[in-house]
């Protein structure tokens, strides 16, 4: 069982101090084997599979599903979003390529520059992202889509890596155009069979899903994407467990079509990182891929280190210091190679 290093664990337990309801889950992979701890407000409580909303993380399955496509012959990294989009003119659309690698020009949102402001700034104000509740910048439906897509033309080039949710809400579309069943089918059956993640879904199920709480220590809900184009960009629920099965097979690339999306495709000039498809890529031989991601209460990280054959995954139902968090997960990772 791989005990977690002094450093780390102090951190998780001053992240946890007093927030009454936080079950903050750390999942770590080593040798082959899993080690999942949940930490309360008072320290380490049992781990009961809990079912985290793990936001942006949600792009590298989109981006899997994506590579597998491609794989298969059914989908091209070369094609112009307008292929799989019935309505747009005959100007130059964006490939799936610069899409999926956040070189297409869209930038962070697709909205307003006052809706992106409000989404980057209302955390700082309310302690939690828009309050529980889906931005009203993120509810694309496809005729929004059509809309911004025509009002938003860009040129045929690579632009500066900039992160997108938009861009990455028309691949899920076109994912789901292609397979003829939609997004969120078609991704719930890839969670299932291929990556062999039996609790963890698209959306919301009210049952099972954890509440997410702002530093008030007020429940606000869960985030909805329903009826939305940006599902693909942030919407899956999944627990440590499902989340370090997923790690293995990148890790591993179990799946032969997965090492398509650990390609270099473009540079994150911001930190000198490099970007794959959706994945953020570090280290000797770009061998360190990550993502984090974000909801309206929720804080998730995933990091996998392909040469030590090691990860990590951290799921909290409150915000946390996710930065901080990944300073010392690599640290760690660094210098014991998660030895068990």
């Known amino acids: 069982m791989h005990k977690l290093s002094t450093e780390l664990q102090a951190l998780i337990e001053k992240e946890c101090r007093g927030k009454a309801h936080i079950k903050l889950t750390v999942g770590t992979l080593a040798n082959g084997q899993k080690t999942i701890k949940t930490f309360g407000a008072t320290g380490e ?5 809990y079912i985290y909303e793990i936001g942006s993380i949600t792009k590298t399955f989109t981006t899997s599903l994506l590579a597998k496509y491609v794989h298969e012959g059914k989908m091209s990294l070369n094609d112009p979003i307008s292929k799989y989009i019935d309505g747009l003119d005959a100007h130059y659309y964006p490939t799936l390529i610069r899409l999926a690698t956040h070189t297409a020009g869209y930038g962070y949102l697709p909205a307003s520059l006052m809706d ?17 509740v889906l931005p009203e910048c993120l509810q694309v439906d496809a005729d929004k889509m059509k809309m911004l897509l025509l009002e938003n033309k860009k040129e045929d080039k690579d632009y500066p890596w900039a992160y997108s949710n938009f861009g990455i809400g028309l691949l899920g579309y076109a994912i789901g155009q292609v397979s003829g069943k939609g997004y969120y089918k078609t991704m719930n059956d890839f ?52 989340m370090l099965t997923y790690a293995q097979k990148h890790m591993n690339e179990e799946l032969p079509y997965l090492a398509l999306t650990h390609q270099k495709y473009a540079t994150v ?34 990091v996998i280190d392909k040469q030590e054959k090691t990860a990590y995954v951290v799921l909290s139902n409150y915000l946390i210091n996710a930065n901080k968090l990944l300073t010392s997960v690599l640290e760690d990772m660094k210098k014991s190679c998660l030895a068990v």
């Open 45 to 49: 409580i049992p781990n009961e599979n």
């Open 116 to 132: 992106g402001i409000k989404l980057l700034f209302l955390p700082l104000l309310q302690g939690s992202r828009n309050n529980g």
């Open 191 to 242: 969670l299932t069979h291929e990556l062999e993640m039996p609790n963890s879904y698209t959306g919301i199920n009210s049952s099972k899903n954890l509440r997410g709480f702002n530093k008030k220590d007020k429940d606000i809900g869960n985030w909805n994407f329903d009826n939305t184009i940006m599902a693909s960009a942030g919407d899956i629920s999944a627990t440590a467990d499902d």
């Open 269 to 302: 000039k911001v930190d000198k990182s490099n970007s794959g498809l959706a994945w953020i890529m570090t280290g000797d031989n770009n061998q360190i891929i990550v993502h984090n991601g974000g909801t309206g209460a929720f804080d998730s990280l995933l």
